[in-house]
Antibody, heavy 119, light 109 residues
Framework: EVQLVQSGAEVKKPGESLKISCKGS????????IGWVRQMPGKGLEWMGI????????RYSPSFQGQVTISADKSISTAYLQWSSLKASDTAMYYC????????????WGQGTLVTVSS | QSALTQPRSVSGSPGQSVTISCTGT?????????VSWYQQHPGKAPKLMIY???KRPSGVPDRFSGSKSGNTASLTISGLQAEDEADYYC?????????FGGGTKLTVL
């Protein structure tokens, strides 16, 4: 069974760093792209970027380029989304999702990680 | 890049049909047959309902159908059921990235 299991909810202060994770199982982790999607409170889905764990090829949305870093450790089938300095506006639910290629849809999703940034 | 344009809300009675539109540009919706639709219930992760404009994943009822004309894609839900009440998002490949629509809240009256 394909599963994407994300790390738990986080509460951070502005300026702090954070790295959240997404662990894949039940499929060949290095053969599928993992994407990250933001959903701010009460708002829609936003595509942030994707990574191909097989060779770490990474693509970012222009809106998120330079704001976050996407990485993966294929030895433990885990993808990451990280911030070096959080802002209150980073408060959101973050989902990871899998797709076979840049043009295929996200077919499996993680359960989401809620990130709250507040002083 | 701008989000694809969807109506904020649509509604219909059980058994009726509703259509949700998704308008983009020739750089996304109009340029590729890679439009997908996701259903999201409150507090849940999105679920893939339609991909490649009109294909249904296994397990998705055939009441859900998709189409595209020019820069506008559409999701039609026929025979509305109470459990169809949810938010729906379109999504399109746009060359070097992917873009979502703003989302449409479907209310089943």
């Amino acid at each position: 069974e394909v599963q994407l299991v994300q790390s738990g909810a986080e509460v951070k202060k502005p300026g702090e760093s954070l790295k959240i994770s997404c662990k894949g199982s039940g499929y060949s982790f290095t053969s599928y792209w993992i994407g990250w999607v933001r959903q701010m409170p009460g708002k829609g889905l936003e595509w942030m970027g994707i990574i191909y764990p097989g060779d770490s090829d990474t693509r970012y949305s222009p809106s998120f380029q330079g704001q976050v870093t996407i990485s993966a450790d294929k030895s433990i089938s885990t993808a990451y989304l990280q911030w070096s300095s959080l802002k209150a506006s980073d408060t959101a639910m973050y989902y990871c999702a899998r797709h076979a290629s840049m043009v295929t849809p996200f077919d499996y999703w993680g359960q989401g990680t809620l990130v709250t940034v507040s002083s | 890049q701008s989000a694809l344009t969807q109506p904020r809300s649509v509604s219909g009675s059980p058994g009726q049909s509703v259509t949700i539109s998704c308008t983009g540009t020739s750089s996304d919706v109009g340029g590729y047959n890679y439009v997908s639709w996701y259903q999201q219930h409150p507090g849940k992760a999105p679920k893939l309902m339609i991909y490649d404009v009109s294909k249904r994943p296994s397990g998705v009822p055939d009441r859900f159908s998709g189409s595209k004309s020019g820069n506008t894609a559409s999701l039609t839900i026929s025979g509305l059921q109470a459990e169809d009440e949810a938010d729906y998002y379109c999504c399109s490949y746009a060359g070097s990235y992917t873009v979502f629509g703003g989302g449409t809240k479907l209310t089943v009256l």
